[in-house]
């Protein structure tokens, strides 16, 4: 990191950043700089289909968003594409896979972008941020960098499905740590100086986009997370992933009534935690202000 | 889980499984399935499920074309690849009722089911905008259903909504969009076309 401005990353943001998981997009945006890793945005990029556009568009269609994004990222120089997301992770760095080794997919592929006045051939990686923080960056790094330790703060390390799996642990994910028993999380958490709580469920499933269409049928699921938090004590959960953030903390309200409970358990982003532990601006940069359930001890901790 | 009887009337196709084998993403792996059941005991939603996967792989083989292609268990998924990471045969589970959902759609058997709905919502803004507009795709599944259905499921998401607008996550004003929309839709109109090409040869 000699020229002082990092390691460049073709960023993906995803639509999440531009709704509900700004929060996401906006404290990492902060915190990269400061771990030397410098985020320059993909230009025009799109949805990468999620867990459903397949069913709405079609196999090849829906791989053909993946096409365009890497065809624009190409373009942009053959540096890896970083993306927080686990949706955008997961679909990008699938369809990038598939059609780097399925020659016939990689034909048609490139003969839809050829509509488009594109084309895909470069080998770029694409990874997840997290994954980067781990074998990038390096724990250590984050550690010297804070300057306002969390101490006291227990957080349950919530990380989720598509994160990790089916890609952790595999040579084009990066190599970072296993799908059942993750430790970044707990690690990150550390590094910022607060209390990584026992979690047995950090990689639980919330439900997905199935809770989000029928969610009745999932917010036991949430439910069970909830629980194991509240059991160990935790001040917060944080997790990587924008629907994670979003579906624990929206239906806490449909669970408390649906189950008689009472919870209002804050639900952060590591990288909303690394920002105040950086002693970063809490509404800026660490955009603690976007929770619908605040953290009334994290909010005190922040500058 | 719900049990069915066996029933005496299904028609058996028995050259489902080969179908699925040539036309359904990751069903060439299917015959590497033992039965053994690692995958809906890992299941988080298999509870909700008509079939667990590991029955739903055992009616392909033997050839239970119209119940496979109706089971809800293709829409239940969360996606979570629970199932992808342990099976100890390497089926890619997750991805095969994926695509046999994708085919099922294609090929009419499914048009009312929750998740058809909300998928058709959610293309409508990725086609039209490039991008998902949460609200939108939120709005347009809720009322799918027809309007009474419409109003009941936003009014039960009122409060949610009115708690994502205050944090600011909740996007007003006209839909973000990519800069080339026709750029992308000339691209998803051509994968269109070759992907009906190749659907036209398969029969």
């Known amino acids: ?303 | 889980m719900a049990q069915s009887a066996p029933d005496t009337a299904r028609k058996y196709d028995l050259g489902f499984a080969r179908w699925v084998y040539e036309n359904v993403e990751g069903g060439d792996k299917l015959s590497m399935c033992m039965q053994c059941g690692v995958c809906s005991g890992s299941c988080p939603i298999g509870t909700e499920m008509d079939h667990g996967p590991r029955k739903l792989f055992m009616m392909i083989r033997a050839g239970m074309k119209e119940a496979v292609l109706t089971s809800n268990t293709l829409w239940n998924c969360t996606k979570c690849y629970r199932c992808v990471v342990r099976c100890p045969r390497g089926v890619p589970v997750t991805y095969i009722l994926g695509g046999l959902g994708t085919k099922a759609v294609e090929m009419g058997y499914v048009k009312t089911e929750d998740t058809v709905r909300f998928s058709k919502a959610f293309w409508w803004s990725a086609k039209t905008f490039g991008r998902t507009d949460e609200r939108l795709v939120t709005s347009r599944y809720h009322f799918s259903g027809g309007f009474g259905e419409g109003v009941k499921k936003s009014l039960a998401n009122l409060k949610i909504a009115l708690g994502m607008f205050k944090a600011g996550r909740l996007h007003l004003g006209a839909p973000h969009k990519v800069k080339g929309t026709k750029n992308l839709q000339a691209i998803l109109a051509k994968a269109q076309e070759i992907e009906e090409r190749a659907g036209e040869t398969e029969r």
């Not at chain 1, 369809?95 to 990689?106: H, L, P, Q, T, Y």
């Not at chain 1, 952790?168 to 990150?188: I, K, R, W």
């Open chain 1, 1 to 303: 990191m000699s020229d002082g401005r990092g390691k460049k990353y073709t960023y993906y943001p995803g639509c999440s950043s531009q709704g509900s998981g700004k929060h996401l997009d906006e404290s990492l945006r902060a915190i990269a700089p400061e771990l030397g890793v410098e985020l320059e945005t993909l230009d025009d990029w799109n949805c990468c289909g999620a867990s459903v556009g397949h069913v709405g568009g079609g196999t090849l269609p829906n791989l053909a968003l993946t096409g365009r994004n890497l065809a624009n990222a190409q373009k942009q120089g053959p540096q890896d594409v970083l993306t927080a997301c686990a949706a955008c992770y997961l679909n990008t760095h699938a369809g990038n896979e598939k059609i780097k080794k399925d020659v016939a997919m990689r034909g048609r592929v490139n003969e839809a972008l050829s509509a488009g006045d594109l084309s895909y051939d470069e080998d770029l990686q694409v990874r997840h941020a997290c994954e980067v923080i781990v074998n990038d960056v390096g724990i250590d790094k984050v550690k010297d960098r804070v300057t306002n330790p969390l101490t006291g703060l227990k957080v349950a390390g919530y990380v989720g499905c598509q994160t990790v799996r089916p890609f952790a642990n595999t040579d084009g994910g990066g190599n970072y740590d296993t799908y059942d028993d993750p430790e970044f999380l707990d690690d990150f958490t550390e590094a910022c100086g607060a209390e990584a709580v026992d979690f047995d469920v950090k990689t639980a499933c919330c439900g997905g986009a199935v809770s989000v269409i029928s969610p009745e049928k999932t917010l036991h699921l949430i439910k069970e997370i909830l629980d194991a938090a509240k059991e160990a004590d935790a001040d917060v959960i944080a997790t990587p992933c924008p629907l994670c953030q979003t579906n624990v903390e929206m239906y806490q309200d449909a669970i408390n009534k649906e189950f008689g409970t009472d919870f209002a358990i804050p639900v952060v982003f590591y990288s909303q935690l690394m920002a105040v532990a950086f002693g970063m601006d809490a509404k800026d940069d660490a955009a603690l202000g976007r929770n619908t359930i605040r953290s009334e001890k994290l909010e005190k901790m922040a500058k």
